[in-house]
């Protein structure tokens, strides 16, 4: 199983990114996936999450509004858009996978993920 994360970056406040998480080695479409952040200095955080299916999403409450969280399962691929991005924001931004296939609903804990990206960082910064 690989999880790739790209787009990352420095960005002002305000400004928007567009993160993806490309994966391999597993069958894609099965798995809730999710994305959660880390802040120096800080313990990780969850972000943002999608069921298997893409029909449920859940996100953390100081990203709702800002933060779209969606999938692509004919590309293998997981995507954060962050738009009105604020310094709090800054972090290292993993994607998890689920460790369970056809979970009937998001995944918010950090115990029931399996892999891990190597993240990509967000910086958020006049």
């Known amino acids: 199983v690989q999880l790739v994360e790209s787009g990352g970056g420095l960005v002002q406040p305000g400004g928007s990114l567009r993160l993806s998480c490309a994966a391999s080695?597993?069958?894609?479409?099965?798995?809730?996936l999710s994305w959660v952040r880390q802040a120096p200095g800080k313990e990780r955080e969850f972000v943002a999450a999608?069921?298997?299916?893409?029909?449920?999403?859940y996100y953390a409450d100081s990203v709702k509004g800002r933060f779209t969280i969606s999938r692509d399962n004919a590309k293998n691929t997981l995507y954060l858009q962050m738009n009105s991005l604020k310094a709090e924001d800054t972090a290292l931004y993993f994607c998890?996978?689920?460790?369970?296939?056809?979970?009937?609903?998001?995944?918010?804990?950090?115990?029931?993920?399996?892999?891990w990206g190597q993240g990509t960082q967000v910086t958020v910064s006049s």
């Open positions: 998890a996978k689920d460790s369970s296939p056809f979970r009937n609903r998001v995944v918010i804990s950090t115990s029931e993920y399996d892999y």
């Open positions: 080695g597993f069958t894609f479409s099965r798995y809730a």
């Open positions: 999608i069921r298997w299916s893409g029909g449920s999403t």
